[in-house]
């Protein structure tokens, strides 16, 4: 008999996922396009990329 050690998958699928952040931003993106193309989106999905568009232009990238 053969005793396999096998890692759980949330650490494995941890390590290969983007960084928070990207993921994130993503997203951002993502629902930006989604509202651009007309879309209708979620009144609280519109603040959040409202809010992120003011945050992006008072710190634009340099």
Known sequence: MKIRH???YAP???REYPGMGD???AVFKLAQ???DQGTALPD???AW???CERVKAK???K
Request: hydrophobic residues 40%.
């Open 33 to 35: 396009a989604l509202r």
């Open 6 to 8: 096998r890692e759980p």
């Open 59 to 61: 710190y634009p990238k």
């Open 44 to 46: 609280d999905v519109l």
């Open 12 to 14: 494995l699928r941890a």
């Open 49 to 51: 990329v409202d809010q």
């Open 23 to 25: 993921q994130l931003d």
